[in-house]
């Protein structure tokens, strides 16, 4: 029976470590993006509604009442916003029931992060009911801290779900590194005052100050993680996304952090059980 875990002679050697790292969900962790088009696609054509695909650009990484909002707008369905949320998210939910694939890339990181005790959030647009849900096969002892879309009075593209998840772990945001997929998340956690690593999922990010932009989540490491938290700080008052707060600014105390139910909101990461 063989390990996941990096032998301890094979550990990368101390160094510049971010402050927290956090990491979006659909699209970057596992590969659910889809699943919601899916969702979004069948519960209009329901309603009589066709979606174009130029919507998805749209709506993708959103918070569901953002998204919800804008195809009810652009489709002029007749059905109230609380409807349609829970429309969506019993058909996304009924998609995971197929089961949650992971990204390329997705187990190795987690695995790598918990090895060296990198305390890890998990930030996303998604319910709570739908996090719980993915989180069982995400492995729960992964992260430090669960932030929901639901749980903050603003969500993504917002800067609070980035600023709760560092306050939560008592970690700067300017040292923190996000890990997300969209220009949506990408704007919350730069908004935030958080280095981005992006990795497109749907649509093309450009590169950026600050923004290391790849392929596959495949090329993100501790190594490539501890070199762009070590990076000078590119958020000048000239280059900082409007509302961003200055790195190391003090958290507002309305962003109060979302904490997960169970075991991921117990306390630091603990290294994922060996198989």
Known sequence: MTSSLPALDTLIPLGPTPGA?????????????????????????????????????????GPMTRSAGYLIEVTGADIALDELRDLLNGAFLRRLERGVPLMPGARRLLTELAAH????????ASHREVIDRVL????????????????LPRSKPHPDPYLAA????GAD??????VEDTATGVASAEAAGCRVIAVPSVAPIAPAAGRTVVSSLEEVDLALLRSVAASPSPLTPEARPPGALPPGSP?????????????????PAAAPAVP
């Open 117 to 124: 005790r990198v305390p890890t959030a998990l930030v996303s």
């Open 136 to 151: 069982a096969s995400l492995g729960a002892e992964n992260f430090a801290l669960t932030v929901a879309g639901d749980e």
């Open 166 to 169: 560092a306050r939560g772990l």
């Open 21 to 61: 790292v956090l990491l979006d969900m659909d699209g970057t962790l596992v590969d659910t993006e889809g699943f919601w088009w899916e969702a979004e696609v069948e519960v209009f054509g329901d309603l009589g509604h066709a979606l174009a695909d130029e919507h998805r650009e749209v709506v993708v990484g």
């Open 173 to 178: 945001p300017g040292r923190c590194v996000a």
């Open 251 to 267: 958290v507002p105390e309305a962003a109060e952090p979302a904490t997960g139910r169970g075991p991921a909101a117990q306390g």
